[in-house]
């Protein structure tokens, strides 16, 4: 079975500080996916990042970093300089891939404080 | 501009009812989902669709129906079976790679259901 553990429920922060959120996923597979989402207030869940489990790679997409780790099993999301409009929840999910059912974590709710 | 239209956005119904939730898209996705979240549970999934006329049950289907008759459409129905139907209801669409690899979901904007 799959699980995803997001064990951060609500994490405050001022504005400008820098925040990681935790993610630690478990799975059987050698072949899995990653992924983290956004949800702001109005409810849609925007897609930030897909991570395959062979490329160990980190990534960095303006303030944002991700730090995946197979040894832990940890998928880490960094905000650097955080702002308001980054006041969300956010999920981390693992999938099999193709069709296969996409695992949610319980989400991470981030409220930055100007 | 390509996306997912959900509809309406807030849905109220009287206990004992059966409701249907629209789920569009346009996007030209192959498969189709319905999640339900509820405050601090995440998402679990209903029931996904991977090609038209075809659908299988998520986690937690029981109480839920159902149709893919075109791609671009995937309407559910909250039936009055559903214990406790109260929540907040997302759709989704992804098309995956010919490779076999995964595409990201694509979520709509949600439809919040309250039974009265």
């Known amino acids: 079975a799959q699980k995803v553990t997001q064990a951060q429920t609500e994490i405050s922060v001022v504005e400008k500080e820098d925040v990681t959120l935790d993610c630690v996923y478990e799975?059987?597979?050698?072949?899995?996916?990653l992924f983290w989402y956004k949800q702001p207030p109005s409810g849609e869940l925007v897609f930030l990042i897909r991570r395959n489990s062979f490329d160990e790679q980190n990534e960095i997409s303006g303030r944002y970093s991700w730090n995946f780790q197979k040894s832990t099993s940890s998928f880490n999301f960094t905000i650097t300089a955080s702002q308001v409009v980054d006041s969300a929840v956010y999920f981390c999910a693992l999938s099999r891939g193709g069709y296969q059912k996409v695992t949610f974590g319980t989400g991470t709710k981030l409220q930055v404080i100007p | 501009d390509g996306g997912i239209t959900q509809s309406p956005k807030y849905l109220f119904r009287k206990e004992g009812q059966n409701v249907t939730l629209s789920c569009e898209q346009n996007l030209n996705h192959d498969a189709m989902y319905w999640y339900r979240q509820d405050p601090g549970q995440g998402l679990r999934l209903i029931y996904y669709?991977?090609?038209?006329?075809?659908?299988q049950k998520g986690d937690i289907a029981e109480g839920y129906s159902v149709s893919r008759e075109k791609k671009e459409s995937f309407p559910l129905t909250v039936t009055s079976a559903q214990k406790n139907p109260t929540a907040f209801y997302l759709c989704?669409?992804?098309?995956?790679?010919?490779?076999?690899?995964?595409?990201?979901?694509?979520f709509g904007p949600g439809t919040r259901l309250t039974v009265l």
């Open positions: 669709s991977q090609i038209v006329n075809d659908f």
């Open positions: 989704a669409s992804s098309k995956p790679e010919t490779s076999g690899a995964y595409n990201e979901q694509f």
């Open positions: 799975t059987r597979d050698t072949t899995y996916y």
